[in-house]
């Protein structure tokens, strides 16, 4: 049987076909013919690996922050992924290594969408990423 974590990684990899050439790092060749592969644990390190494939540092507009046990929310924030990473965190407080990711990726004061109401991603992490320096949205 199949676990239910494991679907977004499949949501990430589809991810990266939304993505213009111009935006794919080195270590995608941005071919539709031939398929990247992401060797990650877990979707939160799948979603890492892709991030820092794209982005170099504090090179994105903003990140689209989603849930990291359902993946309805992220499928449905795919389309903010062309100039920003989707990354993934644990409803009650701010994942340690997407911390770490989207303090690489952003900038300064830069937005992040939190996808979800509070039952998704709670106010705990909303709060977190204001006292981070960023404009959670």
Known sequence: MREQRSVPVVVLA?????????????????????????????PTSAAIQISQARFAADAAAHV?????????DSLAGSALTATGPLLLTATSSLTPSSRTELERVLPDGAAVYLLGGPVAIADAVEAQIKAMGYAPK
């Open 14 to 42: 589809a991810l990266l076909i939304l993505v213009p050439v111009a935006a794919v790092a080195a270590t995608f060749d941005g071919d539709p013919s031939t398929t990247e592969r992401v060797d990650a644990a877990d």
């Open 64 to 72: 689209v922050l989603s849930r990291d046990d359902n993946f309805p």
